[in-house]
């Protein structure tokens, strides 16, 4: 969470959102992680990813709608996928919450 303002992740009622789902790519000290996101007025879908050091909080400069890549559920699964297939080699993560994920997205 950013200490001035508040962020998408920790707080996505604030800018209108609720988390569909995320996959947390762990290692170590650091995080990286992908979000979906779901616009509650619009029914809109969308994805974000950020990683760091565990110095930092996860999304912490993340203050707008904006910081999010809106699209078709199909594509952001796809994202999904292919961003995991990408990290599958140094990530902890199962294919199980890349598959239940990619529920959430179809069936949103």
């Known amino acids: ?5 508040p962020d998408i992740y920790e707080n996505p009622e604030r800018f209108g959102l609720e988390i569909v789902g995320d996959l947390a ?4 000290y650091e995080y990286d992680i992908l979000v979906v996101f779901r616009e509650k007025d619009t029914g809109r ?13 996860p999304f912490e400069y ?12 199909w594509r952001i699964a796809l994202r999904i996928q292919e961003q ?3 990290a599958k080699d140094y990530r902890d993560f199962s ?8 529920d959430k997205v179809v069936n949103a």
């Open 1 to 5: 969470m950013g200490y001035n303002q």
């Open 25 to 28: 790519f762990e290692h170590g």
């Open 45 to 57: 879908i969308g994805v974000a990813r950020d990683s760091g050091c565990s110095c930092n909080s």
């Open 62 to 73: 993340y203050n707008n709608v904006e910081d999010i890549e809106f699209d078709e559920p």
């Open 84 to 86: 995991a297939n990408a």
């Open 95 to 102: 294919d199980n919450d890349v598959v239940h994920l990619i």
